[in-house]
């Protein structure tokens, strides 16, 4: 039987591969346009930081990173442990751990440096009433957390979809044999 949907892994591997991109790009802009010393406002005791474009850039890179994440985990998780009844190999587990645990660093990472550059209010701050400046390098890291994440989640899925067509493979050669 002809595969009758073969362009759906490849659809779903650009849109992940896409919005991995998208997101790396976002947070390397939002480096060099978050809340800058210059920036900080003090009056006597209380402090100021007007709203950089680092905030809005921080949220869309949250959301397409998020949507990457959820595409490329529903992808191995449709192929690995929906169709797949055999075991699962140990290095498709590590890469969807590792996948997950850069993942979850790398969302507080960029949610939290998000958040800074929100306006912070005279007297109220960021946190205590107080101002907080994100420190060079933070979105950045983030960015090199995107790689790691959107890496490991297509290398689980397509060691997955090669393994799954060897199988198929194998078996459609068994089949013919025993004719």
């Known amino acids: 039987m002809e595969k009758q949907h073969g362009y759906i892994l490849p659809l779903i591997v650009s849109v992940i591969v896409a919005l991995g991109v998208v997101s790396f790009a976002l947070c390397i802009a939002a480096e060099f346009k978050k809340s800058k010393k210059e920036d900080l406002r003090l009056d006597g005791e209380f402090c100021y930081l007007p709203r950089s474009a680092a905030f809005g850039l921080g949220i ?12 490329g985990n529903l992808l191995v998780i ?3 442990f929906l169709l797949d009844k055999r075991r699962k ?5 590590f890469c969807v751990v ?13 949610g939290t440096a998000t958040s800074m550059n929100k306006s912070q209010p ?3 701050g960021w946190l205590d009433g107080e101002c907080y400046m994100v420190k060079n390098g933070v979105f950045s890291a983030s960015a090199i957390l995107i790689i790691i ?3 490991s989640t ?4 397509l060691i997955t979809t090669q393994k799954r067509q060897l199988v198929e493979q194998t ?8 004719k």
Not at 60 to 71: D, K, R, W, Y
Not at 89 to 93: L, N, R, T
């Open 78 to 80: 449709g192929r690995t």
């Open 171 to 178: 078996t459609k050669v068994h089949a013919h044999g025993s």
């Open 122 to 124: 005279l007297g109220e």
């Open 98 to 110: 590792l996948s997950w645990v850069s993942f979850g660093v790398a969302a507080i990472l960029m």
């Open 60 to 71: 869309a890179a949250l959301v397409c990173f998020s949507g990457a994440q959820v595409a």
């Open 149 to 151: 994440t959107v890496a």
């Open 89 to 93: 190999s140990k290095f498709v587990i």
């Open 154 to 157: 297509l290398a689980s899925a």
